[in-house]
């Protein structure tokens, strides 16, 4: 079964800074997808960012990018200018007929 | 935000007694999932629906059913409650699959804790 592995349980970065979380999978496919979510304290799963493993180019989403690395299985997230509202946990998942969430990481941003 | 309301929104139960969680989507979306949230697991899937009538297991199915007679219902049943089943459970819909790219959409959980 494919795993997911996040190895920051928690992290800060003060306001306006850059901070990349980390995310290591387990799998033997060579197709899938792969996702960063955030849940603020409202409890709500919101979708951050995706990438299709197929596609080399990183994806971006304004202030947030990924550095994919298919061999090394990584899929780290990386939150430029951080702001108070990115306060939340960021949960890595790999889909690929099995949805897997990694733990989460918990990202505190101060002021 | 995609239309997806879970009922209840909290709930207190004892051990033994059966307890059905309803998660209602206005999107018209195919596929529907139920997810556990615990510490130290993140989200774990329970089952999964891809269609009226047709649901598959997920990670941690045990002590768990579902079904889903409608499109925009999907309901999750645990037949006798126990301890380790207090969790906060999510509903997510998606357009496609566990095989897709599609975001799945996330409903605003249910916290059930099991006396």
């Known amino acids: 079964a494919q795993t997911v592995t996040q190895s920051q349980p928690e992290m800060s970065v003060q306001e306006a800074e850059t901070v990349t979380l980390s995310c290591t999978y387990d799998?033997?496919?060579?197709?899938?997808?792969l996702f960063w979510y955030k849940q603020p304290p409202s409890r709500q799963m919101i979708l951050v960012i995706r990438?299709?493993?197929?596609?080399?180019q990183n994806a971006t989403e304004n202030r947030f990018s990924v550095n994919f690395q298919k061999a090394a299985k990584s899929f780290s997230l990386k939150i430029s200018d951080s702001q108070l509202g990115d306060t939340a946990m960021y949960f890595c998942?790999?889909?690929?007929?099995?949805?897997?969430f990694g733990a989460g990481t918990r990202l505190t941003v101060k002021p | 935000d995609a239309g997806i309301t879970q009922s209840p929104r909290h709930k207190v139960t004892e051990t033994g007694t059966p307890v059905t969680l309803r998660c209602h989507q206005t999107?018209?979306?195919?596929?529907m999932y139920w997810y556990r949230q615990d510490p130290g697991h993140g989200l774990r899937l329970i089952h999964y629906?891809?269609?009226?009538?047709?649901?598959d297991k997920g990670e941690v199915s045990d002590g768990y059913s579902v079904s889903r007679s409608k499109t925009e219902d999907f309901l999750l049943t645990l037949e006798s409650a126990t301890s380790s089943q207090t969790s906060v459970y999510f509903c997510?819909?998606?357009?496609?699959?566990?095989?897709?790219?599609?975001?799945?959409?996330f409903g605003p959980g249910t916290r059930l804790t099991v006396l």
């Open positions: 997510a819909i998606s357009d496609s699959g566990l095989a897709g790219y599609n975001e799945q959409f």
């Open positions: 799998t033997s496919e060579n197709n899938y997808y």
């Open positions: 990438q299709e493993a197929y596609k080399q």
């Open positions: 998942a790999y889909n690929n007929n099995d949805m897997r």
């Open positions: 999107e018209n979306h195919r596929y």
């Open positions: 629906s891809y269609g009226v009538k047709d649901t």
